[in-house]
């Protein structure tokens, strides 16, 4: 069972960046897509973004295109999210997840999370 830990939340103010990090605990890492999934207060899960297990597709939610890349380190068995361009409604603990099959946005589908992130945007 491959472990993730987040790393890099924060508080920004609205027009900052932040990028994340989901570090995996082992190589198996590289043989799952890997998504990123956000929770804010009173608000159930929503899918923020996914990528391929070698890294050549992905998708984003319509909310975070153009601000927010997500992309993998294979060799360091890393998932990344830079998020540009942060507004308020930004503000949610962001958790990583892991699955296997067809890349999906289904927050069902994936079986490995980690513990989360929270990121802020005030000012």
């Known amino acids: 069972q491959v472990q993730l830990v987040e790393s890099g939340g924060g508080l920004v103010p609205p027009g900052g960046s932040l990028r994340l990090s989901c570090a995996a605990s082992?190589?198996?890492?590289?043989?799952?897509?890997m998504g990123w999934f956000r929770q804010a207060p009173g608000k159930e899960r929503e899918f923020v973004a996914a990528?391929?297990?070698?890294?050549?597709?992905?998708s984003l939610a319509d909310s975070v295109k153009g601000r927010f890349t997500i992309s993998r380190d294979n060799a360091k068995n890393t998932l990344y999210l830079q998020m540009n361009s942060l507004k308020p409604e930004d503000t949610a603990v962001y958790s990583c997840?892991?699955?296997?099959?067809?890349?999906?946005?289904?927050?069902?589908?994936?079986?490995?999370w980690g513990q989360g992130t929270q990121v802020t945007v005030s000012s």
């Open positions: 997840a892991a699955h296997s099959g067809v890349l999906t946005t289904n927050t069902n589908a994936y079986f490995y």
């Open positions: 990528i391929t297990w070698n890294g050549g597709r992905t």
């Open positions: 082992d190589r198996t890492f590289s043989s799952y897509h």
